[in-house]
């Protein structure tokens, strides 16, 4: 059940969640900061984008106003950006993030705000690649496919590899093959191209299919 309360929400769905948050409404205030193109398109939300939340929640307000921000991703430099508001927002200000993927924000704003993943993130977007019957040519494919994704991109991508081959039993998932998944992670967080990771990991998880 939604609630009004400062924290992170997960959906592929925001003008849903924005409805059901004006519906619990009474006296607060909102604040919207969508990161989105000329066009509309929503895009990655940028340190520009953190710095205008900043600056709107000094404004004083005598109601509780909600700061919300929705992007499909948050890139690192924005997040490190907010880190200090989230943890010590102004007087009457409450913070609201939403986006699409948990595994694409960082640990440290994670802990900062209660985070609640909804039903539809996980239905919106099926994984595209079959990993029961992986090969060198659907490998080659999928790199192909998502080559120039982002680095967070790139993260949400490791971890549903990780979930679907673990789901899929076809593979000898011993702990060195388990320590690939978290390195690619590590490797993505220091700036390695996308490209070699998914690469990397998917021809290493081919040599390990039974």
């Given at each position: 059940m939604m609630r009004l309360a400062s924290g992170i929400?997960?959906?592929?769905?925001?003008?849903?969640?924005?409805?059901?948050?004006?519906?619990?409404?009474?006296t607060e205030l909102f604040t919207l900061i969508k990161s989105q193109d000329d066009k509309g398109t929503p895009k990655e939300f940028l340190v520009e984008h953190a710095q205008e939340a900043i600056a709107k929640a000094y404004i004083a307000s005598?109601?509780?106003?909600?700061?919300?921000?929705?992007?499909?991703?948050?890139?690192?430099?924005?997040?490190?950006?907010?880190?200090?508001?989230?943890?010590?927002?102004?007087?009457?200000?409450?913070?609201?993030?939403?986006?699409?993927?948990?595994?694409a924000l960082l640990d440290t704003i994670q802990?900062?705000?209660?985070?609640?993943?909804?039903s539809d993130a996980a239905e919106a977007k099926p994984f595209s690649l079959d990993m029961t019957n992986l090969n060198l040519a659907k490998v080659y494919e999928f790199v192909q496919e998502h080559q120039r994704i982002s680095a967070v991109?790139?993260?949400?991508?490791?971890?549903?590899?990780?979930?679907?081959?673990?789901?899929?039993?076809?593979?000898?998932?011993?702990?060195?093959t388990l320590k690939v998944f978290s390195d690619s992670i590590k490797a993505l967080e220091v700036g390695s191209p996308t490209t070699f990771i998914l690469n990397t990991l998917l021809l290493k998880l081919l040599?390990?299919?039974?």
């Amino acid at each position: 059940m939604m609630r009004l309360a400062s924290g992170i929400i997960i959906t592929h769905q925001p003008d849903s969640v924005m409805i059901e948050l004006e519906q619990l409404r009474t006296t607060e205030l909102f604040t919207l900061i969508k990161s989105q193109d000329d066009k509309g398109t929503p895009k990655e939300f940028l340190v520009e984008h953190a710095q205008e939340a900043i600056a709107k929640a000094y404004i004083a307000s005598e109601s509780l106003n909600y700061i919300i921000l929705i992007a499909p991703r948050f890139s690192a430099v924005a997040q490190n950006r907010l880190l200090k508001i989230l943890e010590e927002p102004p007087k009457n200000k409450a913070f609201i993030l939403i986006t699409e993927s948990k595994s694409a924000l960082l640990d440290t704003i994670q802990s900062r705000l209660p985070v609640t993943v909804l039903s539809d993130a996980a239905e919106a977007k099926p994984f595209s690649l079959d990993m029961t019957n992986l090969n060198l040519a659907k490998v080659y494919e999928f790199v192909q496919e998502h080559q120039r994704i982002s680095a967070v991109e790139c993260k949400d991508l490791v971890e549903k590899i990780s979930l679907n081959a673990m789901k899929s039993q076809k593979y000898n998932l011993d702990e060195s093959t388990l320590k690939v998944f978290s390195d690619s992670i590590k490797a993505l967080e220091v700036g390695s191209p996308t490209t070699f990771i998914l690469n990397t990991l998917l021809l290493k998880l081919l040599a390990k299919k039974r």
